[in-house]
């Protein structure tokens, strides 16, 4: 018997059997894991299984490390170019719940258009606190106040957003190509 990774949890299955008789594999699931499947001589996600004894038998039990999975984007924009407030959207696929979510970084950058003088700059103080996300669809938006001022209305712009969750154990960041101001 195997665990993978071995720090997802346990296996267990003891003792000598008849040949024929049943034997029954049961794992143990540690914390920020979840069971995935058997595999090896025993296929599938149910647990326990029994498993018939007519030799030596392999059985590797297979796990998850729960993560969050965050990614953003930008589903509104409104205001003046010197507050432009980006509406950014945060969800959450991942199998984890993603507490204690922050936005820690914005990097914005001109891609196309004549040069703003002055350059683009945040005006929102970081870390920007998102909150707590729910697993496998979570979502949050949070608003992002961007000077635009001495940018054309034909300026684009290329932005990175880090974010953390989980106290800093997560992190992770989306860059976002093409935007106007």
């Known amino acids: 018997m195997a665990v993978n990774p071995a720090a997802g949890g346990s296996i267990s299955c003891s003792g000598w059997y008849n040949v ?3 034997a029954v594999v049961t794992v143990g699931v540690a914390p920020g894991y979840r069971f995935r499947f058997f595999s090896g001589d025993l296929s599938g996600n149910a647990n326990p299984q029994t498993l018939v004894m007519n030799g030596p038998k392999n ?3 297979n796990f998850a490390a729960l993560v969050p999975a965050l990614n953003a984007s930008v589903v ?3 205001g003046t170019a010197a507050a432009r407030t980006w509406t950014l959207q945060l969800p959450n696929p991942g199998l984890d719940w993603a507490d204690n979510t922050r936005i820690t970084r914005v990097a914005i950058t001109q891609v196309s258009g004549a ?3 002055p350059a683009a700059t945040l ?3 970081l870390p920007l606190i998102v909150g707590t996300l729910a697993a496998s669809g979570g979502t949050a938006t949070v608003p992002v106040i961007v000077n635009f001022a001495g940018c054309s209305e034909l300026a684009r712009f290329g ?3 880090g974010f953390e969750a989980k106290s800093g154990a997560y992190t992770g960041s989306t860059e976002i190509r093409n935007q106007y101001r």
């Open 115 to 117: 040069p703003c003088s």
């Open 76 to 78: 509104n924009k409104a």
């Open 159 to 161: 932005a990175t957003f």
């Open 123 to 125: 005006s929102t103080p």
């Open 59 to 61: 059985v590797v039990a």
């Open 20 to 22: 024929g008789g049943p």
